[in-house]
């Protein structure tokens, strides 16, 4: 294996065409909603094989910014669409457990200077989403 340093671009357009990725399950699973209820995941892999063969995996990042703004789009509200999406998942993932509870407190956080208050106040970092769509 290969040590891979992603450019700024790439990895914009990586969460793009993710987002998107996502943007095209929504509505294909509530389109095929009917077909799709017998299948495991809810027809992911029926989803999946058709979106690997979709023709925007061979944009350029402009490409796909130029595709969005056709679906009236912008990049900004398709990174919110994915990071709604992503959110809504982990929180759907399971109850509440010890274990999730040691990470939530253990998340890190940052002293930001509020020149309004003349305070310094602890922000939490959210940990980076990562997903198998992210790494190409």
Sequence with gaps: ??????????????????????????????????????????????????????KLHDMTYEELIAFAKSLEFTEVELLSIRSTYYAKKNNSSGATTSATTATVSATPTRKVNDSSANSNISVPVPDEEFDVGDLF
């Design 1 to 54: 294996m290969a040590i891979v340093f992603m450019s700024k671009t790439a990895k914009k357009r990586s969460l793009l065409l993710d987002a998107l990725r996502i943007l095209a399950w929504e509505e294909y699973k509530s389109t095929n909603k009917e077909s799709l209820k017998d299948f495991q995941y809810g027809g992911y892999a029926v989803f999946d094989a058709e979106w690997k063969d979709e």
